[in-house]
């Protein structure tokens, strides 16, 4: 069945140690999303990728950086995890061109704990 | 600003009762409108979607919604509640005039408790 895989589902860290999440479709959605999700509250979009065009919130920290290799893969990289970035990360992909817009397709989230 | 309402953080039904989740919205334009449900330690599910058209959208599992423009309104409903239902509902809205690429505004989200 085609979706969208989220590697590992649980990862630990120690703070300040860096850390990547890992998200693959095989959906061949031309947009990828990555949001941080806190303690059932709304998802927060951290970025996405329009094909290859990156796209960041304006309120996403530095400390958090993506990378689209292809189509298939997203990777979210954490350079310096804090406390506070311990949460839940859901990628997310959808198949949208110029104006349209279509539903998103979730991964299953990497949540993450920040020791 | 653009948002999203939500305005109940919790609903509690009785199984085979009918069941309202409530959504409000404030963006322009004419937005695309979601309903989206998480099932805990999961992703989000698409559940349905208002684009144009019918008023009254059907989607996954028994659930419709109702786009009301006059009131900037898309409740979620089902005519009778499962203890299944029970999860997370997000409301999401992507206002078709946006200047921000693809972002989707979610709402707070409203946990549903369907008890047997």
């Known amino acids: 069945d085609a979706m969208v895989i989220q590697n590992p589902r649980y990862q630990v860290t120690q703070f300040g140690k860096p850390v990547t999440l890992s998200c693959s479709q095989t959906?061949?959605?031309?947009?990828m999303y990555w949001y941080q999700q806190k303690s059932s509250q709304a998802p927060k979009l951290l970025f996405h990728y329009y094909d290859k065009d990156f796209n960041n919130e304006a309120d996403t920290p530095d400390n958090f950086q993506s990378r689209r290799p292809n189509t298939s893969f997203c990777f979210l990289d954490i350079r310096s995890p804090g406390l506070g970035d311990a949460a839940m990360y859901l990628c997310?992909?959808?198949?949208?061109?110029?104006?349209?817009?279509?539903?998103?397709?979730f991964g299953p989230g990497t949540r993450l704990t920040v020791l | 600003a653009q948002s999203v309402a939500q305005p109940e953080d919790q609903v509690n039904v009785a199984e085979g009762n009918p069941l309202t989740v409530k959504c409000t919205y404030s963006?322009?334009?004419?937005?695309?409108l979601f309903w989206y449900v998480q099932y805990p330690n999961r992703g989000l599910q698409f559940l349905l979607k208002y684009i144009t058209g019918d008023n009254l959208v059907k989607g996954s599992y028994g659930f419709e919604a109702e786009f009301n423009k006059s009131q900037t309104s898309f409740h979620l409903k089902k005519p009778s509640a499962l203890v299944s239902d029970s999860a997370l509902y997000f409301c999401a809205v992507r206002p078709l005039l946006s200047t921000g690429g693809f972002k989707t505004i979610f709402g707070a989200g409203t946990r549903l408790f369907v008890k047997a």
């Open positions: 959906l061949n959605h031309n947009v």
């Open positions: 963006v322009s334009g004419n937005p695309y």
């Open positions: 997310a992909t959808s198949r949208s061109r110029g104006s349209s817009y279509n539903e998103q397709f």
